[in-house]
């Protein structure tokens, strides 16, 4: 009887509740246990995931080369030579960049001086105005002739907390000097293994990801052999569809910011803004985030704007005006098209939840597992008939009575 039946333990496991809570407790247990550890695999993740990345958006060059009849280990050679000139005009356009914050140092004091004075003309300017516009408005003539004295007091505030800031900042700047004096060596010491570690981060990245772009074509069918038969099918369209959208966002994201940095970069050099390289080199990279990079550059461009004129500094805010629309309704939808369509919104939210939680490999990890939620959500939750209106009720025809009868009648007969 026993042997028939199976044992207690037997009987209890053969309940699906019984199971489902068992399973849900191994996985909750797994995954603290993986939180507690995050700190021991936290740097071998983020080399992987970021050298995953990398071959994820380089893969359609080298099979592009490979409908060229480039043979794989070539065309692998060769995209990583143009990602090695591309790393090289990024360090060069870098130094630029670091060589052009010294000077916007410099410029900026000078750029908040020169406030004053516009605040003081325009005041002058609606002082000009004719009274009987004044009167047409409903404004008093007496405080507006009186502008410039109502209004000099907020400016002397102003000037004195910015004078205020700067008196900080220089007493920073001193201290942190002298500290660099006193602690020199250690400090030395520090960001030269900072500096090491990063290029051995650097490095270990390159390599992983070399090696995953090789062996790309490979993952697919070595992943699906670790699932089960019947949910294969499934398992491909989850990973097809996410894997749509993730890639579609991250390679349309880089080209957004490649035209969003030509962008800010032509049009601050012709409203003749000081540093415009330098500026639209970080509203361009601010930009990976949706809609941040016109936030990040407008205002130190109106202010650097500020010191050649005012019109420069009404060009350099019409730059950023004019590039975030066209980044609304020309470059993102000709990019990203169907392809992936995650609100900017959801973006950030993922982001910063992502930075919250795990700092660098949450925004690694952001996107993708928004994208696989939204995939899970959209073709195989709200696609159940639970979710889905029901269907119109059909009307009967109408039948006029005399047809009926008619009809009635012959079938009694």
């Given at each position: ?116 004075p516009q605040l003081i ?34 400016i002397t505030v102003g ?219 959209e073709e195989y939750l ?32």
């Amino acid at each position: 009887m026993m042997a028939e039946h199976g044992t207690a333990l037997e009987v209890v496991w053969r309940n699906a509740w019984v199971r489902a809570v068992a399973y849900t407790a191994l996985i909750m247990a797994g995954l603290v246990l993986l939180w507690q550890l995050r700190h021991a695999y936290g740097f071998a993740l983020t080399v992987a995931l970021i050298g995953y990345i990398i071959a994820y958006i380089l893969n359609p060059l080298v099979e592009l080369l490979q409908r060229l009849r480039v043979g794989r280990p070539l065309a692998v050679v060769l995209v990583y030579l143009l990602l090695l000139q591309l790393f090289v005009v990024g360090s060069f356009l870098t130094g630029q960049v670091i060589a052009q914050m010294g000077e916007f140092a410099r410029l900026l004091p000078a750029a908040i001086n020169t406030l004053t004075p516009q605040l003081i003309g325009a005041i002058d300017w609606l002082q000009a105005l004719p009274t009987s516009l004044f009167e047409l408005l409903g404004v008093d003539v007496e405080p507006a002739e009186n502008g410039v004295e109502a209004v000099l007091p907020i400016i002397t505030v102003g000037q004195q907390m910015l004078a205020d800031f700067f008196a900080q900042a220089a007493t920073m700047l001193r201290e942190l000097l002298q500290r660099l004096l006193a602690e020199g060596g250690d400090l030395l010491f520090a960001g030269v293994a900072g500096v090491v570690a990063g290029g051995v981060a650097v490095v270990f990245i390159l390599l992983v990801s070399a090696y995953f772009l090789y062996d790309f074509p490979k993952f697919g069918p070595a992943f699906m052999r670790y699932v089960p038969v019947r949910w294969r099918p499934v398992t491909r369209d989850v990973l097809s569809k996410t894997g749509r959208v993730v890639g579609g966002f991250l390679r349309g994201q880089l080209l957004i910011v490649l035209l969003m940095g030509i962008t800010f970069y032509i049009g601050l050099s012709l409203a003749q803004v000081p540093l415009a390289l330098s500026i639209s080199f970080f509203a361009a990279l601010f930009n990976i985030v949706p809609y941040l990079g016109p936030i990040v550059g407008t205002v130190p461009a109106v202010l650097l704007g500020l010191t050649v004129s005012p019109w420069s500094a009404l060009g350099a805010l019409a730059v950023f005006v004019i590039a975030n629309q066209l980044d609304t309704h020309l470059y993102s939808p000709l990019v990203f098209g169907k392809t992936t369509n995650i609100h900017p919104v959801t973006v950030i939210i993922a982001i910063l939840v992502g930075v919250g939680l795990l700092g660098i490999l949450g925004v690694l990890l952001a996107i993708p597992l928004v994208a696989l939620a939204k995939v899970l959500l959209e073709e195989y939750l709200l696609k159940r008939p639970a979710y889905l209106e029901p269907a119109p009720p059909i009307e009967a025809p109408e039948v006029t009575p005399g047809r009926s009868d008619s009809g009635s009648e012959r079938r009694q007969l």
